[in-house]
């Protein structure tokens, strides 16, 4: 078989963090605008549910507890189910077929969820439910395609901050949910044509992703392989190859991010209770903007997270941030705890809160997306963080669901006695199950796809001082080298 030709595009070694997202804020654009309308729209559910509430018997969605709990965890339902399945479709057609089939499924779910009508042959709840589900399959697609594209479309020098910018859109949408709630009830519009609007915000950004992703090409590593790929090639032996050769730290990756989404979407969309602990009880409208302040508050002393997360993955390491994440939400939660329970000052319980949320996103927030873009092969990349990322999207159904009901029961500070206990455990994870070094792309990427000989966990680079260590492949092409079709 004939090597493909390969060109190589500009390096990127010596420009600075400010350089580079700039170089490649189209690509950052492109894939990370998905993960805004994803964080929008898993936390904007709370709000339009609390307006709803709002609305007289006749004009609201006639809910029940059945029906409210339904309408809250279909989009998480749904993500489970397309991150596995998007995951597995991105390894077998491509990466640009999969993320425009998810930014098709965000951008119809997204406005049809604003369009439900009311009819008595099917229950405007109902309505709500699957419309979310669909919205929730395509969101759920997003994590493990553009985890891939960004990964494979970045040099190793780099590919950390790049995989890291693309996820940092969750905390501008996490923003988002709380600010245009606020902006929308100021303006004193109908709670009808409120509600509405809230859902159909989301299109804004989930249609221009899907008009600017049309411009992508596949990634080069994927068009390798399908150079490279036989005809009796199958992605189930594929998978089962990697889960023989790399069975422990797909665990590890699996644990780590299901214990972290326990802890951040549970305390994330727990916001509520949070706030009727720390601030005075209110009704109708006026509970709603409680929330969306408290809401904002939060997410905007997090952000810097994001920020930082991005500024330091390539230099501290994957690894080390993910550890000392965990470390810091076990003693954080625990300083939360104690002073909840001691009765602090308000300004002091809420700085303490958002400081859990810095360090989730200062760590095992951002590492937990981008570990298993890396350690597994191209020929299986996609689902296995597929599969990892839906261990994760459980872990916050779990703790969205059982959070309340310990508040209830015990109070809030038991709850971030329990917080802190499954951020230990995270930790305890990441330390046992998770390598300390970084397996070279180049050599996974080129692997066959039938009868794969897997790339050995002692081909690697370590981090010491945070900082990659070139080890050169044998037999593969550079990692930096761009697939070029025409010299086939």
Not at 205 to 224: H, M, V
Not at 270 to 282: G, I
Request: glycine share 10%.
């Amino acid at each position: 078989m004939q090597t493909p030709l390969l060109r190589s595009y500009p390096r990127m070694a010596d420009l600075s963090e400010t350089d580079v997202f700039k170089e490649r804020a189209g690509l950052i654009m492109k894939l990370g605008s998905g993960f805004f309308a994803d964080a929008y729209d898993l936390f904007i559910i709370d709000i339009v549910l609390a307006i709803l509430d709002q609305l007289p018997a006749s004009q609201g969605l006639g809910l029940t507890s059945g029906s409210r709990g339904l309408i809250a965890c279909s989009t998480s339902l749904g993500a489970v189910i397309g991150m596995v399945f998007f995951g597995v479709l991105g390894d077998r057609v491509g990466r640009r077929a999969g993320i425009l089939c998810t930014g098709t499924l965000v951008f119809l779910g997204s406005m049809a969820s604003s369009l439900v009508m009311r009819t008595r042959s099917f229950p405007l709840a109902y309505q709500l439910c699957l419309t979310r589900f669909v919205l929730g399959f395509g969101i759920g697609g997003e994590y493990p395609l553009s985890a891939a594209m960004a990964a494979e479309k970045s040099q190793s020098e780099v590919r950390g901050r790049m995989v890291a910018a693309v996820f940092s859109m969750q905390g501008v949408g996490m923003i988002a949910a709380a600010l245009v709630p606020l902006v929308v009830l100021s303006a004193g519009l109908s709670l009808e044509l409120a509600w509405r609007l809230l859902l159909c915000f989301a299109v804004v950004p989930s249609g221009l992703s899907l008009y600017w992703r049309f411009g992508l090409e596949e990634t080069s590593a994927f068009d390798q392989l399908q150079y490279s790929r036989s005809r009796e090639s199958d992605v189930w032996s594929t998978l089962r190859s990697t889960i023989r050769e790399h069975w422990t730290p797909l665990l590890g990756a699996a644990l780590s991010w299901l214990l972290m989404d326990v802890t951040f979407y549970g305390t994330a969309e727990f916001k509520h209770e949070v706030a009727d602990s720390l601030f005075a009880q209110k009704a109708g409208v006026a509970q709603v903007e409680r929330d969306s302040w408290f809401a904002l508050v939060v997410s905007v002393i997090a952000l810097p997270g994001y920020v930082c997360a991005c500024l330091f993955i390539d230099t501290v390491g994957r690894y080390r941030l993910q550890a000392v994440g965990f470390a810091m939400m076990t003693l954080f939660y625990l300083i939360m705890a104690a002073s909840t329970r001691l009765g602090a000052a308000l300004w002091v319980n809420l700085l303490i809160f958002s400081a859990t949320f810095f360090w989730t996103n200062f760590g095992p927030n951002v590492t937990t997306y981008i570990i298993p873009s890396e350690i597994f092969p191209v020929a299986s990349r996609t689902t296995c963080h597929g599969i990892c990322a839906a261990s994760g999207k459980i872990g916050a159904i779990v703790g969205a669901y059982f959070f309340p009901v310990v508040q209830s029961w015990s109070g809030l500070p038991f709850v971030m006695v329990v917080c802190a206990g499954i951020a230990a455990l995270g930790l305890l994870c990441t330390v046992k199950l998770l390598p300390v070094c970084h397996i070279a792309m180049d050599t996974l990427s080129t692997a066959p796809a039938s009868g794969l000989e897997m790339a050995p966990l002692s081909t690697v680079r370590e981090w010491p001082g945070g900082k990659y260590t070139r080890l050169p492949s044998v037999g593969t092409a550079h990692e930096d080298a761009e697939f070029d079709p025409e010299g086939l």
